[in-house]
């Protein structure tokens, strides 16, 4: 029932640190309600509720994540770390407003001439979450599930035009992200799905 899941991108703010990286600030998700596509063409909603998105044990494994450059074919571990991480995240998230923020340093040289050229303009946030798929309203918007027990992978950093939400800050799986399979719960069985593309299938 654990779900993989990434943020649509945000603009960078870029601050110079004297070692020679750049510390980035900004707002990196928020709480609210957001449109996955299903294989049949049809949308499922998922909340993420402010009492998750903002959890000290959620918020708390963004410290020191690490930070790559798009997102990682599978979720970063110690093996990969070395050749996936272009720097990490140098705080623990933070509420502000409906956001979480939080302050993420690039050491890397390749990734910051990127940035210096502003090839590498946005970040978007990778985790894995647990998906109830109790329904309800929340500020008047009907949604199909939950996301719970959200935890931080890694902070991903990519071109301007990334993803599919335009400049909001919003959950969508991207089209240049892995393939994933969920373990969707419900009450009538346990429905293994893959995701190619944002596209959902579901597998025998």
Known sequence: DEVLRYDAKQTMRVKPLAGGGVAIDGRLTRAGVFAYKLSDGTMRKELRPTEEVFA?????????APVTVDHPASPVRSETWRTDSVGHVGEQGRPEGVFVAANVVVNDAGALKRIESKELREISCGYVCRYDATPGVYQGERYDGVQREIRYNHVAIGPAGWG?????????LDSGDAVIVDECATEEKIMK??????VEYEVG
Not at 56 to 64: A, F, I, N, R, V
Not at 193 to 198: F, H, N
């Open 56 to 64: 000290e044990d959620s918020l708390e494994t963004l410290k020191h």
């Open 164 to 172: 599919r939400a335009g400049s909001q800050v919003a959950l969508r």
């Open 193 to 198: 799905v893959v995701r190619i593309d944002g």
